[in-house]
């Protein structure tokens, strides 16, 4: 019976292991959240290719609708974690408008845990990981139509300054016609050349 195969890549002094979860520095552990994990798994499994940033919603958040800040905001903290390559540079590289590509060497390893490779079990992996790049884009994705935190803050206090000029209004014309006197006769004056 055959064991399940380990996936695991390796950039710089790093060791990204599919199966367990974990990104290794030098040996020792990377912590990472399950998202952000997810976030570089993609990247790595796709080295050197442009991921647009649909894609990586898609893939990442399969079934969730989340804005383009979160993708941001992970990149961002993956990039932290990571650091720099031994030339200085990033290993994400962003390309405006359009997405981010891995650019760091990958060597992928693809082993059952006895140290030999099983050549079958890496195209068993390549054509399930293929499925579900594919099944994951062919998700609709649909961005949420969200307000942000200020923007309910300005429409909130729009509302309040408009009901409360309205209430004013209503309240200032019926006190208005309370104190007005009633008219029970009309005086006409005649008029002189």
Do not use: C
Request: aromatic share 6%.
């Amino acid at each position: 019976m055959k064991s399940q195969p380990q996936q695991q890549y390796e950039f710089g002094p790093f060791r990204l292991d599919t199966s367990e979860h974990s990104l290794l520095r030098d040996g020792q552990v990377v912590p990472l959240e399950p998202k952000v994990f997810n976030l570089l798994r993609v990247l790595v499994e796709n080295d050197g290719r442009l991921l647009q940033k649909e894609e990586l919603l898609k893939v990442v958040w399969p079934d969730s609708f989340v804005e383009e800040g979160n993708l941001n905001r992970n990149i961002s903290i993956l990039r932290k974690a990571l650091g720099e390559d031994s030339s200085g540079k990033p290993y994400i590289e962003t390309v405006p408008k359009r997405g981010y590509r891995f650019v760091a060497n990958v060597k992928k390893i693809v082993g059952n845990g006895s140290g030999s490779i099983d050549t079958e079990a890496i195209q068993d992996l390549q054509l399930k990981d293929a499925d579900q790049l594919q099944a994951g884009t062919e998700r609709a994705y649909r961005p949420r139509k969200t307000l942000s935190a200020r923007r309910w803050l300005v429409l909130g206090g729009l509302l309040v300054v408009g009901l409360g000029t309205l209430l004013y209004a209503l309240a200032r014309r019926h006190t208005t016609d309370a104190t007005r006197p009633e008219i029970k006769s009309l005086a006409v004056l005649p008029l002189q050349n």
